[in-house]
């Protein structure tokens, strides 16, 4: 058996970097590294956006005016996924299974507290989900304990920016996002390529 010996149900997905890191990764010589920030919309892992460069372009040119940042030249690497097991966030049942682990969290809180008092739990801020990334974090390790299977990655659907027009249902920013947390699920690494306007694209 190798990478490629199982039938996938494949999804593309972008993830902005400097431009060096793009180049290592299409290369073969590196991987994409892991987030690990308590903040994480969707837990730990390696970000994408799904079927958005443009997106995942913008994130690195804003990502670069941090101080913190490594990001020198803005650029984009493509992935072709495989989301394998997948607590995927627009399905009803993983929906159940993430509200059931955050009533975990406030109880493994409460215990933790001093005398069954409810420690403070993280807060969801507009960037910063760190309520989320407890919660799911938390799913992780009920899983690990109880034997049940691990998620490859996680994928959720977000609302974010300003309102297309008056009275929209949609957001300039609306976007799907990936995390990847098994390594095998990319099954390979792109740059980009610009469309080709002789032809239709399919």
Not at 4 to 26: L, M, P, Q, T
Not at 27 to 45: A, F, Q, R, T
Not at 53 to 65: G, W
Request: aromatic residues 10%; charged residues 25%.
């Amino acid at each position: 058996m190798n990478l490629y010996s199982r039938r996938c149900n494949f999804v593309i997905g972008f993830h902005g970097c400097d431009e060096s890191v793009a180049k290592n990764v299409v290369e073969g010589n590196d991987e994409l590294m892991w987030s690990k920030n308590d903040y994480d919309w969707l837990g730990h892992g390696s970000y994408f956006w799904q079927n958005d460069p443009e997106r995942a372009l913008d994130f690195a040119k804003e990502s670069m005016t941090r101080k913190t940042s490594n990001i020198k030249k803005p650029a984009v690497v493509g992935a072709i996924i495989d989301l394998g097991y997948c607590l995927d966030l627009i399905d009803s049942n993983c929906l159940n299974e993430l509200k059931r682990s955050y009533e975990a969290l406030i109880l493994l809180n409460k215990l933790s507290g001093k005398k069954g008092e409810l420690k403070p739990l993280p807060v969801n801020t507009k960037l910063f989900r760190k309520l989320d990334c407890a919660v799911i974090e938390t799913l992780y390790s009920i899983n690990k304990i109880i034997g049940a299977p691990e998620y490859n990655s996680v994928r959720g659907v977000f609302w974010e920016g300003d309102r297309l027009y008056p009275g929209a249902g949609f957001a300039d920013k609306n976007h799907i996002q990936i995390c990847i947390r098994n390594n095998n699920c990319i099954k390979g690494y792109f740059l980009p390529k610009k469309i080709d306007n002789r032809f239709p694209n399919p």
